[in-house]
């Protein structure tokens, strides 16, 4: 490393200042500083503290850690004091007269308090500063540093970290594994630094000041090596894209070079990735009727063998069959396959108005097993019955059991056209075989196409090329497969007047080519998890920001991850949940009672704004009225009592962040004696609003704990004697930040790093889904919320001022327009809310120029531009006139026929000859 030397470590976030300090001061007696608002001079070197000990404030001048550090220094020693992120502070206020003793060593220096002190030879200092940070205070640094190091991001050096990192870790890959994944690795860095980061003009000339920084591509603490790949693409998704479009906000980078969200934020392979796949408890039966039948060729035995009550059943073998071919063999993620078997309700939904515990009306074509009561059949004949019996097949996935939709109408005619194969009422016994079929090798097609066409967006393969012009051609047979016996003389014609036309139906599916090039080779897969605990903890990152413009159920979002932490389902899991929050403690306010309930899950929330401080998040002094406080003292060998009545008492204390820390500290190392980590309590703290706060002021030295869990942290603060906090690895933070409010502090570039970004944006879907919760036979397209969201959807595409704003940013969201179960009519509920919520917003939003009204004069289709025009009316219009502007605007949208079919394609509604418009 150096001996007695100064050194300045520089360059943007994530390009691995600290690790390099850190990694050139191992071998050396260490004192890390991390550097933030809150540090002065009073607190680092030496000055008047407030101590808070037998319920009194004391003011005692002392040493600080920095001077307490260079007092205990040993001539036959090495030390090294690292500051890190000293763009934070004014230095040379924050270090006073040790700015001269660091540039003069060995040379005594007398403190303004008259103590004399001396930095030795022996000792080094080596300080990190952020260059990216546009919110750096301006450093007086002159003649302080020996040599001025900037860390320039590039691929060798990324390559050489991974392979030291290596090195920590047990890897269990080989030397030509590593070898590929390094390579992997490295591309996918070398892509996001210089073909999607392309600066500006006027910032091309400090793009080495602001490039993306190699740490972010690093894999996380905790995180093995066969997971890197899968770490990194998450920290690419919610870290580097969130990076890249805060550096286009700021005018850094050119936005129309970053790349597409589905495209880019996941990364689509050939070869099969590590992940859990779907594993079959087969029922013996069963699996013999299906190898005779479509392996051996032998008939459906239909009627014939019934024994011990176990009939055969010839159109569950058909689908089953079918659909473990998929599993063995599947062409996308088994992630996505499965995600496709339970949630589209396009290829079926048995729908009895039983909601099941996680609020969904009607089953899929799997529903987990412990659920499959909720859903008998409607008919009289079989109304004992579930379509999801348990005598047939098992399937798990992620350690849950799902049984398979098994009763089908005899009645199998397939219509040609394949929107009229969607049928989302069947209550009885009436799901039609084929159609199911058609709906499922469609859906599961056409999301191996969508996975190819990615794929090409970034490696132009001829072979992969070849396969996406095969399944096009496949799904367009698909679609057309009908049992309409005036297509009989096409190949996709099939029977079903006997049962044994479902071998024909199966023989029809598996002679498609991308079906028999299935069996024979790999799909394209991509790597990603929409889970946000796999997410941190597959990068490891144990914070988290949920972000999205108002209205997109941020802090409902937040609740409802906690709630599904907790495995709370049912429409009252916001009421089970209260039951999991932390209690303050009656006889300590500034404690957390201990919870008495052996649960898995416990949390609490705080809100911040513009005048929250450190002192009200991590540590502080309270004030507190002392009744009848006995003083007992001796006076002349005699023993006397005083009582203080009503006198004031001061303590230092844990506020939020450090009273959550201090409780889970206690469990983390409970479960660390006990070898039970993984058993051990998880503890989360929602902060809503997080960005309305000075995150570096209020975080303070906690933003470098964030990322190095379980260290401990000295803080100004003592509380029970200790000044020291950590941040266990079992606590999580999650953050909400609506990104429409520009008048609030964004959040710095140093600080992203330490945060995992997730977006939540306005979404048609969530609508309809409270509209069909209460009236589940309602039309989408009469009802005022879905023609409304749309209005307004469309006056943000129309009218938004998109060189200062993004849509993502700013479009009011879904909660606006949700229909709740109250006695206040539906139509009543939305009128009140667009009246009293909307129109206000919006005229904000026209006065902050992020919507521009003369837009409108642009749009060329009469209706639409009528539309607008009336929206732009009412927003501007006054309280008295706006319920029957209101009422005028409903029946011109509602009667609009270009609007009408807008809504259609919009909510995937419109139908086609030859398939659906996905």
């Not at 450093?139 to 190091?149: A, P, S, T, W, Y």
């Not at 066409?453 to 095969?470: G, H, T």
């Not at 309280?879 to 011109?892: K, Q």
């Amino acid at each position: 490393m150096m001996t007695s030397k100064n050194i300045l470590l520089v360059g943007p976030a994530g390009c691995g200042k600290t690790y390099i300090a850190r990694k050139m001061a191992k071998d050396y007696h260490m004192l890390f500083i991390h550097m933030n608002e809150n540090v002065t001079y009073e607190n680092l070197v030496e000055g008047i503290q407030i101590e808070t000990e037998l319920n009194s404030a004391q003011y005692i001048q002392k040493p600080q850690v920095l001077l307490s550090f260079i007092e205990k220094i040993e001539e036959d020693k090495d030390y090294c004091v690292i500051l890190d992120d000293i763009n934070r502070v004014d230095l040379s206020s924050v270090l006073g007269e040790l700015f001269f003793a660091f540039q003069n060593k060995n040379t005594e220096i007398t403190l303004k308090s008259g103590r004399r002190i001396i930095v030795p030879n022996n000792v080094s200092l080596i300080a990190t500063m952020c260059t990216s940070d546009m919110h750096s205070v301006n450093n007086n640094i002159e003649g302080l540093f020996d040599e001025i190091r900037h860390i320039d991001n590039d691929s060798n050096r990324y390559v050489l970290v991974l392979r030291d990192l290596k090195d920590e870790y047990n890897c269990t890959l080989s030397s030509l594994e590593f070898g590929d994944l390094v390579e992997q690795l490295r591309r996918e860095y070398e892509r996001y630094k210089n073909e999607f980061c392309v600066f500006t003009k006027e910032y091309a000339k400090d793009r080495r000041d602001f490039e993306i920084g190699y740490g972010y591509f690093l894999p996380s603490n905790h995180v093995p090596v066969v997971f890197w790949g899968d770490c990194i693409q998450n920290k690419i998704r919610h870290q580097v894209r969130p990076l890249l479009e805060q550096y286009a906000a700021d005018g850094v980078i050119k936005k129309e070079y970053i790349p597409d969200e589905e495209i880019n934020d996941t990364k689509f392979v050939i070869n099969h990735i590590k992940e859990e796949n779907i594993q079959i408890d087969k029922v013996p039966y069963y699996a013999k009727q299906e190898e005779d039948t479509f392996v051996n060729g032998l008939p459906l035995p239909y009627g014939v063998e019934r024994k011990g009550g176990l009939q055969a059943n010839p159109r569950y073998v058909t689908i089953s069959f079918l659909v473990q071919e998929m599993i063995a063999h599947s062409l996308i993620n088994q992630m996505d396959l499965f995600d496709m078997f339970i949630s589209d309700e396009q290829i079926l939904t048995f729908r009895n108005d039983i909601a099941a515990p996680n609020g969904r009306l009607g089953g899929r074509l799997f529903v987990k097993e412990d659920e499959r009561s909720l859903f008998p059949v409607k008919d009289k004949v079989n109304a004992t019955l579930s379509p999801y019996s348990d005598t047939f097949h098992l399937f798990k996935y992620k350690g849950e059991r799902y049984r398979m939709f098994s009763k089908y109408a005899s009645n199998d005619s397939c219509p040609y056209k394949l929107s009229s194969c969607i049928e989302t009422g069947t209550g009885s016994q009436n799901r039609n075989l084929f159609k199911t079929v058609k709906m499922l090798v469609y859906k599961y097609l056409k999301k191996y196409k969508s996975n190819l066409e990615n794929y090409l967006l970034n490696d132009e393969n001829p072979v992969i090329r070849s396969k996406l012009v095969q399944v096009t051609e496949d799904i367009e047979f698909v679609s057309q497969i009908t049992t309409e016996k005036k297509y009989s003389a096409e190949p996709y014609y099939i029977s079903a007047n006997d049962v044994q036309d479902c071998i024909k139906l199966v023989g029809l599916i598996r002679s498609l080519p991308t079906w028999q090039m299935m069996l024979n080779e790999e799909g394209v897969y991509r790597k990603m998890s929409t889970d946000y605990m796999h997410i941190m903890n597959a990068t490891d990152v144990r914070q988290m920001i949920l972000q999205g413009p108002p209205g997109t159920s941020k802090t409902y979002g937040a609740k409802k991850f906690l709630a599904k932490e907790a495995s709370i389902e049912g429409d009252a899991w916001e009421d089970k949940l209260k039951e999991y929050q932390l209690k303050t403690s009656i006889a300590n306010e500034d404690e957390y009672d201990v919870p008495q309930d052996d649960e898995k899950v416990y949390w609490d929330i705080v809100q911040f704004h513009p005048s929250y401080t450190y002192e009200d998040f991590v540590r502080g002094i309270t004030v507190y009225t002392k009744e009848n406080n006995e003083i007992k003292g001796t006076v002349d060998g005699k023993e006397i009592t005083l009582v203080e009545k009503d006198s004031i008492g001061y303590k230092s204390v844990n506020k939020a962040i450090g009273k959550m820390a201090k409780l889970a500290n206690a469990y983390y190392q409970k479960a660390v004696e006990n070898g039970d980590i993984d058993g051990c309590p998880k503890f989360f703290l929602v902060i809503d609003e997080i960005n309305r706060a000075n995150l570096a002021t209020v975080f303070g030295e906690l933003i470098f704990a964030l990322e190095y869990r379980d260290k401990e942290i000295n803080t100004p603060y003592k509380v029970d004697g200790n000044s020291e906090l950590i941040i266990p690895r079992n606590m999580f933070i999650i953050g909400t930040m609506n990104t429409a409010d520009k008048s609030i502090g964004t959040i710095d570039y140093a600080i992203r790093r330490r945060f995992l970004f997730f977006k939540l944006l306005p979404d048609i879907n969530v609508v309809i889904d409270s509209i069909k919760k209460i009236d589940s036979d309602v039309d989408p397209l009469e009802c005022d919320e879905v023609v409304l969201f749309y209005m307004i959807k469309t006056l943000f595409d129309e009218c938004l001022n998109e060189v200062d704003y993004d849509m993502d940013d700013v479009q009011l969201g879904h909660t606006y327009f949700l229909r709740h179960k109250t006695s206040i009519p539906a139509e009543d509920q939305m009128k009140y809310r667009f009246i009293y919520q909307v129109l206000p917003i919006l005229y904000e939003y026209k006065k902050d120029g992020i919507l521009d009204f003369d837009r409108i004069n642009t749009v060329e289709d009469p209706s639409l531009k009528d539309a607008l025009e009336e929206v732009r009316d009412l927003v501007l219009s006054k309280d008295d006139d706006r319920d029957a502007n209101y009422n005028e605007l409903l029946e011109m949208i509602k009667t609009s026929p270009t609007i009408k079919t807008g809504i259609q394609q919009f909510i995937g509604l419109d139908e086609k000859e030859d398939g659906i418009d996905e």
